[in-house]
Each structure stands twice: as structure tokens, then as C-alpha cells.
């Protein structure tokens, strides 16, 4: 065979940080050993990986086109490793989540996830469903947990379970005791809302089309709790996910709003690069979260 398994770990490497100096680093390894392994791995197959600019690597075509295949085979060197050297199938998993998921869904998945498999560690990044699809995309998470619709040639979308956005306001609201909000109502209201690039604004911009050029939001947030804290407060209507809503429903903090003619549902998926190794622990995931 001519290149190893550390080489293609730091052609990985130099393609995800476009930096040599940082990819030895991540690899606990001196800078010459890493731009000599590089070298090497060039040399022997008469190619070119990278374009050089000035000190700056950045991956080329054909780089471009070999790296979910390295991906793909290092994943499967590390899962084979791991079973030989430690006699089980679950190891590591990287999980990334958009913020509904993440603050009111994942952690109790996580819980059964480690219960099933002690051995098992588990990492868990929360972020909007832009940020999570692009770090699948580039092999930073394994599993993507998101409530945002997206198509992704690079990406493989399976539909998870189903939700709904509610529209909320304070229960002193002058809103509040209204049955049901009409165009009119939407569009007088002075709203508190999620960032473009969430799911969940994603889903609110579809529901209220042909109303949005005339809609006054007040402030754009990344948190929930935050969009949550500022209707107690008075400053407007949100909308947000029934899930993230049934607690204060339930202590009467905050009241939900009937709306005519908009809908509101909505798909949760998971999402996983198409060239990424199933390992063990991948597969273990995506059946506890059908199972859920």
C-alpha cells in the first residue's frame, strides 16, 4: 500500500483548517512531520492535493473530490481500531443539534443513549439548523438533529418526527382573550422572533406568506428563553415550538394564540453526510431516536 492512515489524517486535517501550522497541532505533531507526510503522500501518486497561496493551503479539486472517500476509510480504520483494542462497537458520537432539539429533545435521548451503552462518550453542540447542516457537511458532527426543511446534495435526510409552531403572548396581553388571531391581528402585533437561518423561522416565514413585508418585529433572538422572557415581559407575540412552550402553558406564564388559515407544522429530520462511515454507534443512535 502506499500511504497510510496517518497521512490521510493529515490531508483531513490541512483540508479542514486550510493551515498546516493548525492541522500538526490537532494532530499532536510537529509542523515538518505533517508538511513532510503531506509531501509524501503527494510524491508518491504525482499529484497535488492543495493550492498553495503564499503560506495558506487550500484543498483543490481533486483534494476535493478524494476527501469524503478518505472520510469514509478513516472512519472505518478508527471503528475498527476501537473494536479491537477495547472489544466494543460504540465509541464516540458526535451530535449537533438545532436549539429546540438540543434544549428540550436531546439531552433525554443522550441520558438513554449512555444507559444502553456506558462506554459509550457523546458530544452535543447546539446551533440553528444552518450551522449544524454545515458542519455535517463537513464531517465536524455525525449525526445532525435539526427542524429546519434543507436539501443538501452532500447530505442524506431522514425524516424524524413531527411539531408545530404555537404563536404566544403574555396572559395580560390584550391579545390574550381574543379566540382567534386573523391576518389583521398578525399583522398589528408587534413581534418577538427567532434569527433567520433557524428552522423555526423558517417554518414561521412559510406560515405567514404574503404577510411578512408588513409584519413589525421588534427583536430578532437566538434562544428560546430568551424569546420567552422578553413576551412575560410584554414586548410582543413570539412563536415557537409547542415542545419549548408546554412548561410555561402549563404554569399560565404564557398563553397560546389560535390562528386563522396559517400552518404551523412541521418536520423534524436527522441529517448525516452521505459519505460517512455507520458506525455502531451511528446506527444505535438513529434507532433510539425512531424508538423515541
Same mark, same amino acid.
Given at each position: 500500500?502506499?500511504?497510510?492512515?496517518?497521512?490521510?489524517?493529515?490531508?483531513?486535517?490541512?483540508?479542514?483548517?486550510?493551515?498546516?501550522?493548525?492541522?500538526?497541532?490537532?494532530?499532536?505533531?510537529?509542523?515538518?512531520?505533517?508538511?513532510?507526510?503531506?509531501?509524501?503522500?503527494?510524491?508518491?501518486?504525482?499529484?497535488?492535493? &492543495?493550492?498553495?497561496?503564499?503560506?495558506?493551503?487550500?484543498?483543490?479539486? *481533486?483534494?476535493?473530490?478524494?476527501?469524503?472517500?478518505?472520510?469514509?476509510?478513516?472512519?472505518?480504520?478508527?471503528?475498527?481500531?476501537?473494536?479491537?483494542?477495547?472489544?466494543?462497537?460504540?465509541?464516540?458520537?458526535?451530535?449537533?443539534?438545532?436549539?429546540?432539539?438540543?434544549?428540550?429533545?436531546?439531552?433525554?435521548?443522550?441520558? +438513554?443513549?449512555? $444507559?444502553?451503552?456506558?462506554? !459509550?462518550?457523546?458530544?452535543?453542540?447546539?446551533?440553528?439548523?444552518?450551522?449544524?447542516?454545515?458542519?455535517? !457537511?463537513? &464531517?465536524?458532527?455525525?449525526?445532525?438533529?435539526?427542524?429546519?426543511?434543507?436539501?443538501?446534495?452532500? *447530505?442524506?435526510?431522514?425524516?424524524?418526527?413531527?411539531?408545530?409552531?404555537?404563536?404566544?403572548?403574555? /396572559?395580560?396581553? /390584550?391579545?390574550?382573550?381574543?379566540?382567534?388571531?386573523?391576518?389583521?391581528?398578525?399583522?398589528?402585533?408587534?413581534?418577538? *422572533?427567532?434569527?433567520?437561518?433557524?428552522?423555526?423561522?423558517?417554518?414561521?416565514?412559510?406560515?405567514?406568506?404574503?404577510?411578512? /413585508?408588513?409584519?413589525?418585529?421588534?427583536?430578532?433572538?437566538?434562544?428560546?428563553?430568551?424569546?420567552? +422572557?422578553?413576551?412575560?415581559?410584554?414586548?410582543?407575540?413570539?412563536?415557537?415550538?409547542?415542545?419549548?412552550?408546554? $412548561?410555561? &402553558?402549563?404554569? $399560565?406564564?404564557?398563553?397560546?394564540?389560535?390562528?386563522?388559515?396559517?400552518?404551523?407544522?412541521?418536520?423534524?429530520?436527522?441529517?448525516?453526510?452521505?459519505?460517512?462511515?455507520?458506525?455502531?454507534?451511528?446506527?444505535?443512535?438513529?434507532?433510539?431516536?425512531?424508538?423515541?
Amino acid at each position: 500500500m502506499k500511504y497510510s492512515l496517518r497521512q490521510l489524517e493529515v490531508f483531513l486535517a490541512i483540508a479542514h483548517y486550510d493551515n498546516i501550522t493548525k492541522a500538526a497541532e490537532s494532530l499532536s505533531m510537529s509542523q515538518s512531520a505533517a508538511s513532510g507526510a503531506l509531501k509524501e503522500l503527494e510524491q508518491q501518486f504525482d499529484i497535488r492535493l &492543495f493550492d498553495r497561496i503564499g503560506k495558506r493551503l487550500k484543498i483543490n479539486e *481533486l483534494g476535493r473530490l478524494l476527501r469524503p472517500r478518505a472520510e469514509a476509510l478513516l472512519e472505518q480504520a478508527q471503528a475498527l481500531e476501537l473494536n479491537m483494542s477495547q472489544h466494543q462497537a460504540v465509541g464516540q458520537l458526535k451530535l449537533g443539534a438545532t436549539l429546540t432539539i438540543g434544549n428540550y429533545l436531546a439531552v433525554r435521548l443522550m441520558a +438513554r443513549y449512555m $444507559e444502553a451503552h456506558p462506554a !459509550a462518550k457523546v458530544e452535543l453542540q447546539v446551533a440553528n439548523t444552518s450551522t449544524i447542516v454545515a458542519r455535517v !457537511a463537513n &464531517f465536524d458532527l455525525d449525526v445532525g438533529l435539526i427542524e429546519g426543511e434543507i436539501q443538501h446534495s452532500e *447530505l442524506e435526510i431522514i425524516p424524524w418526527r413531527e411539531d408545530e409552531l404555537v404563536v404566544f403572548c403574555a /396572559p395580560d396581553h /390584550p391579545l390574550a382573550t381574543k379566540w382567534q388571531l386573523n391576518d389583521t391581528d398578525l399583522q398589528a402585533a408587534t413581534w418577538i *422572533l427567532r434569527e433567520k437561518g433557524s428552522g423555526t423561522r423558517q417554518t414561521f416565514d412559510r406560515a405567514l406568506h404574503g404577510l411578512l /413585508p408588513g409584519l413589525n418585529v421588534l427583536l430578532e433572538l437566538e434562544h428560546t428563553e430568551a424569546i420567552k +422572557r422578553a413576551v412575560t415581559e410584554g414586548l410582543g407575540i413570539g412563536c415557537l415550538s409547542r415542545i419549548a412552550l408546554l $412548561e410555561a &402553558f402549563s404554569r $399560565e406564564t404564557l398563553v397560546p394564540l389560535r390562528v386563522a388559515g396559517r400552518d404551523f407544522s412541521r418536520q423534524f429530520y436527522l441529517i448525516l453526510n452521505n459519505h460517512k462511515y455507520r458506525s455502531a454507534g451511528i446506527e444505535r443512535w438513529i434507532e433510539l431516536c425512531h424508538q423515541a
